[in-house]
Nanobody, 127 residues
Framework: QVQLVESGGGLVQTGGSLRLSCAAS????????MGWFRQAPGKERECVAA????????YLVDSVKGRFTISRDNAKNTVSLQMNSLKLEDTAVYYC????????????????????WGQGTQVTVSP
């Protein structure tokens, strides 16, 4: 099991930037692929970004490509989501999640694949 704590959310104007961080405690962080999901009111939870155990395979949903970057530091047990050029539609609660996988380069985008979740952090983009 791994415990996840997100930080870095907040209120930002359109076009601004935020950096979300997720700190993991517990064993074998490098055994987990990591994902960032978001859920806006009245909408389904969606995978925004995911990164493989070693960090060499990355997924980004089309709506954030060119604006968001996901990265991880296995030595520090952290995964980050750098969000630039934020839009109103990026407003949501963002969740960090961990997927215990045996495949080194596997990234999955369905929430059911992730067995460990953080508490979420609110990101609000204002006009």
């Amino acid at each position: 099991q791994v415990q996840l704590v997100e930080s870095g959310g907040g209120l930002v104007q359109t076009g601004g930037s935020l950096r979300l961080s997720c700190a993991a405690s517990g064993r074998a962080f490098s055994s987990y692929a990591m994902g960032w999901f978001r859920q806006a009111p009245g909408k389904e939870r969606e995978c925004v970004a995911a990164i493989s155990r070693s960090g060499d395979n990355i997924y980004l949903v089309d709506s954030v490509k060119g604006r968001f970057t996901i990265s991880r530091d296995n030595a520090k047990n952290t995964v980050s989501l750098q969000m630039n050029s934020l839009k109103l539609e990026d407003t949501a609660v963002y969740y960090c999640a961990a997927d215990r996988t045996i495949a080194d380069r596997l990234v999955r985008t369905i929430s059911a694949a992730y067995g460990n979740w953080g508490q979420g952090t609110q990101v609000t983009v204002s006009p």
